[in-house]
DNA sequence: CAAACACGTTAGTAAATGCTAATGCATTAG
DNA sequence: CTAATGCATTAGCATTTACTAACGTGTTTG
């Protein structure tokens, strides 16, 4: 059943779409706390605390207490397993059909 | 809960450990059959055809009959849901960081 | 001090998920 | 034709998952 390596945590923790809301919502926002990524959503406080958990261990986030409040925040590098993962197969593709590889090109053209 | 976007199921997709492995297996061979498939894995065939439709629903792959065999090939723009949902956080990051733009300059230096 | 607040944690539940074993359906082989 | 092969599909099962409701802990307010 595979070892649980890093672009598992990732994979998953993203694969779920309000999980991924929330860490999308995370990015936008500079910082962000738990009481306003709850209003946003449509679950409850608990709900919210369990996916930041998730995305706190896949390393996506980190958390800044602060008095009562937790402000939370993106860790970009906590993307890099994806983006490996991505240019591994970037290599096969370019040498076959250019396909992802043109992908990632319009991404800054 | 979110409707459901093409970055859904390509997510949901590469979110399982076997599953994955069972597209990068697609990948790296140019085609393979599903036998072929099975015999690698630790599954058995039928968990493979259920991976494989799985696939092929989030465009991942495509399939070609010959016969009594078929053969799977991956499909590379199947994968451009993640590679445009990543590109519109790395102008995010840009702005702040130029950490994921740093990620992807890393594929092509 | 007590009450309110922000957040994490837990028990319980319904639903989704991945798997096996078995079956069915074409296609090829003998 | 009959047997065997390759693959899809299905039912059933065990596990995981996302959620709510309730509670616990620490912090601020009055």
Chains 1, 2 share one sequence.
Do not use: C
Request: proline share 6%.
């Amino acid at each position: 059943m595979m070892q649980t390596a890093p672009i598992d945590a990732v994979m998953r923790s993203l694969a779920d779409p309000t999980r991924r809301s929330v860490f999308e919502r995370i990015v936008r926002s500079r910082e962000i706390t738990v009481a306003e990524l709850t209003l946003g959503s449509g679950v409850t406080q608990g709900a919210i605390s369990q996916h930041l958990r998730a995305l706190k261990q896949a390393g996506l986030v980190i958390d800044r207490p602060e008095g009562r409040n937790v402000h939370y925040r993106a860790r970009p590098e906590g993307l890099k397993p994806l983006v490996d993962w991505m240019a591994q197969y970037d290599l096969f593709w370019r040498e076959r059909f250019a396909g992802l590889h043109a992908l990632l090109e319009e991404v800054e053209p």
